[in-house]
């Protein structure tokens, strides 16, 4: 079909398969209607300011598995100033679909066959058995069009349209001329736009669309953490519930035999899950300092693995005030020393010019698992969980924003 424009004498061509009733001039948007001889007369001229559009009439692209050809585009728009711009696509069968974009955000939608009562807008809609929720109740109105179309404009005339959503899905009513339609809407990306046009000028998002389906799932994020807690504390206790506190080494070493001597240690058979051994050594220093080197060798691999502390305890006087640093005794670990047969090597040391400090008195213990690290693993899942929530409840706010019947506002 070939329709000229006597405004701005550009003539726009376009096989449509469908009865054309109104058609709107792409470039000066001048309304033409068909007259009782199947010609088209103009009536009027919409003055709404269009930008530029990602898509043009006459543009194809493969969605849903058929190719489609963009045969109108309407620009919409409600109070105060929330606009967004509609495609109207058909394919060879003559079937239509209708992309919805707004903020970047599109929406693919199609008639539905089922009807609803909306009139007394009711919070939410039964479909499928499924409940979608009320997002907005408005009257829009056609501020521009462009393209070719199988119904009469209305002209400056409210649609009633009601919007129930459950993303990334979404029940739309319009009320155009006194006829209800419901259209079925759902989110659609901007790649999957992007791949059917072969475009790559397309607007960016901004802000959250209506029915944009949120990155996390709260209810199975949760499920989810649960069980992963549940599965590390039953593992946990798999592991460890037959372990107990072992000591294995408890001596007081004379440093008149064996100060700088290594003494090793009778060996020691482990059993069970990995846990840290502690290490307890207390000595008489005064004014002094000592040391111990424990070498811990697995027999069976060879592996060896060493520790050292210092034992310093110092006191004085200085510009009168008394002054202590330091304890007669330290407390330290090895880590997570796992099942085996070992055996420990010994040094103690001490101040050469210590002569009062006699003996040390050393403990080793294996000790029972500790549960510290099941613990802050699930608190670290605790606290990525709540700060998913945090930002799942200022997506879904964000979402709202924008309608009249939002739970967010107070």
């Not at 060996?267 to 840290?276: K, R, T």
């Amino acid at each position: 079909m070939k329709i000229p424009c006597y405004d701005c004498n550009t003539e726009t061509e376009l096989e449509v398969g469908f009865e054309v009733i109104n058609f709107v001039c792409p470039v000066c948007h001048s309304l033409y209607v068909r007259d009782k001889e199947d010609g088209f007369r103009r009536r009027s001229q919409y003055k709404g300011v269009v930008a530029d559009q990602p898509l043009s009439v006459g543009d194809v692209g493969f969605l849903k598995g058929s190719e489609y050809k963009v045969t109108g585009i309407l620009f919409k728009k409600t109070h105060p100033e929330y606009r967004w711009t509609e495609f109207i696509l058909q394919n060879d069968k003559s079937e239509f679909i209708y992309l919805s974009l707004s903020d970047g955000h599109w929406m693919l939608l199609t008639e539905m066959e089922e009807t609803f009562n909306v009139k007394s807008h009711p919070l939410t809609l039964e479909h499928n058995n499924l409940d979608y929720d009320i997002y907005n109740y408005s009257n829009a109105i056609i501020e521009n069009a462009e393209g070719f179309f199988d119904f009469a404009l209305p002209q400056n005339k409210i649609i009633p349209v009601v919007e129930y959503i459950r993303p990334p899905y979404m029940i739309s009513i319009e009320d155009m001329e006194g006829a209800e339609t419901a259209f079925y809407g759902e989110y659609i990306k901007k790649k999957e736009i992007s791949k059917a046009f072969k475009k790559n000028n397309l607007p960016d998002q901004y802000g959250v669309g209506v029915i944009q389906p949120a990155k996390f799932n709260l209810k199975d994020l949760a499920v989810i953490f649960c069980f992963t807690a549940l599965l590390i504390i039953t593992t946990n206790w798999y592991i460890y519930k037959d372990q107990f506190e072992q000591n294995v080494f408890s001596k007081t070493i004379r440093f008149s035999e064996f100060d700088n001597k290594e003494i090793t240690s009778d060996a020691f058979v482990l059993n069970g899950g990995s846990a840290p051994i502690t290490i307890k050594v207390s000595t008489d220093v005064n004014n002094s300092w000592a040391n111990i080197n424990v070498a811990l060798i697995n027999e069976q691999t060879n592996e060896e693995i060493y520790a050292s502390k210092d034992i310093e305890y110092y006191y004085g006087y200085t510009d009168g005030e008394s002054w202590t640093e330091g304890s007669n005794s330290e407390e330290f670990n090895i880590c997570g020393v796992k099942a085996g047969k070992y055996h420990l090597l010994i040094t103690p040391m001490k101040a050469p010019e210590d002569v009062n400090n006699s003996e040390m008195r050393i403990n080793v213990v294996w000790n029972e698992p500790s549960s510290r690290n099941v613990w802050i693993v699930i608190i670290v899942l605790i606290t990525i969980y709540l700060i998913i929530r945090f930002y799942s409840y200022n997506f879904e706010k964000e979402r709202w924003a924008d309608s009249s019947y939002s739970t967010f506002t107070e």
